[in-house]
Nanobody
Framework: QVQLAESGGGSMQAGESLKLSCTAS????????MAWFRQAPGKEREGVAG???????QYSSSVRGRFTVSQDNANDTLTLQMNSLDPDDTAMYYC??????????????????????WGQGTMVTVSA
């Protein structure tokens, strides 16, 4: 089992930056790989950025070049640095993890089905 807790959400203006964090409890499911998902009002949950324990990253096309994901393997902490925020980034952001994971080939998954553990989410609102 792994428990995830997100923090860092808030209300921002377009163009500003925000950093989200996710901390994981000590895993009883081996080493974990983590990712960020988001769900905008009235829309389906979508993958935003993922990483693995060997430093591979994957981004959705809508955030590539603006967001940066990183995982601290020692503490199982995941961060998402979000720059140049846009109103379309408004959503509940969720941290997700899967156990017994060291690396994704060829790149971290951004599919909901590949993740087992989920946090409660942190809301990000971006105004024009």
């Amino acid at each position: 089992q792994v428990q995830l807790a997100e923090s860092g959400g808030g209300s921002m203006q377009a163009g500003e930056s925000l950093k989200l964090s996710c901390t994981a409890s000590k895993s009883t499911d081996g080493t974990i790989c983590m990712a960020w998902f988001r769900q905008a009002p009235g829309k389906e949950r979508e993958g935003v950025a993922g990483t693995d324990r060997e430093g591979r990253t994957q981004y959705s096309s809508s955030v590539r070049g603006r967001f940066t994901v990183s995982q601290d393997n020692a503490n199982d902490t995941l961060t998402l640095q979000m720059n140049s925020l846009d109103p379309d980034d408004t959503a509940m952001y969720y941290c997700a993890a899967r156990g017994r994971c060291r690396a994704w080939y060829p790149a971290p998954s951004l599919h909901i089905r590949d993740y087992v553990y989920w946090g409660q989410g942190t809301m990000v609102t971006v105004s024009a």
